[in-house]
């Protein structure tokens, strides 16, 4: 059957070479599988009194998580770490309490930075946040992307040929992957 993956960018740049990334993914990755990126520049600060009449912003997108059967979660590191709207949007679908939406869904880290670190320290912060969230995450490859001249263009498509190979291999891991979570 169709495998949906729920995209989380966590970039609101509109030349965000994160999304690029995302795009090359899909790109690479089986027909079965599709790829649905999760709005979330139109959410609200994370607030606890939302816990009492969640904003419309937040159903929504609880319920795209929810209802994906897998994860994908592309960064940047911002001063080391996750973008803040990132992790704005996971505290929002992972609230109220006791209606984690993100709650034993198969997901994997991968993220790209005009640095050399390749935001591996992003990576890990986030890492830490999903397994809290229950996300049983892919640990190898990791996927930290160097950036540099137009290694992905606007489409998705990859200028260099050892990362395309490279990218492959995440990916044919990454489908195994969500599968083990999806027999049948
Ligand atoms: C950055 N950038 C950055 N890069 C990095 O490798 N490590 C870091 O800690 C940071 N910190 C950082 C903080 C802030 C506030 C900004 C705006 C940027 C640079 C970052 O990799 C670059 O802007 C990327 O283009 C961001 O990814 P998107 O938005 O293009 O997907």
Redesign the pocket.
């Known amino acids: 059957g169709n495998i949906r993956v729920a995209v989380c960018v966590g970039?609101l740049?509109k030349?965000?070479?994160?999304?690029r990334l995302a795009l090359a993914v899909a790109r690479l990755a089986p027909k079965e599988f599709s790829f649905e990126h999760v709005r979330i520049d139109d959410l609200p600060l994370y607030n606890q009194d939302f816990d009492g009449d969640y904003p419309l912003e937040g159903t929504r997108v609880k319920q795209q998580v929810a209802t994906a059967d897998a994860l994908l979660f592309v960064t940047?590191?911002?001063?080391?770490s996750i973008p803040g709207v990132l992790k704005n949007a996971i505290d929002i679908a992972s609230r109220p309490w006791g209606t984690n939406s993100f709650a034993g869904k198969p997901g994997a880290v991968i993220g790209t930075?005009?640095?050399t670190?390749g935001?591996a320290l992003s990576q890990q912060h986030l890492r830490n946040v999903l397994a809290y969230l229950d996300v049983p995450l892919l640990a190898q490859p990791e996927v930290f992307i160097h950036f540099k001249d137009d290694l992905i263009d606007a489409e998705g498509h990859i200028a260099n040929e050892g990362t395309q190979k490279f990218l492959q291999g995440f990916v044919d891991r990454y489908v195994a992957w969500v599968k083990r979570f999806h027999q049948g």
Request: no cysteine; net charge positive.
């Open positions: 970039s740049r030349e965000s070479i994160n999304r940047p590191e911002y001063n080391r930075s005009v640095g670190a935001t």
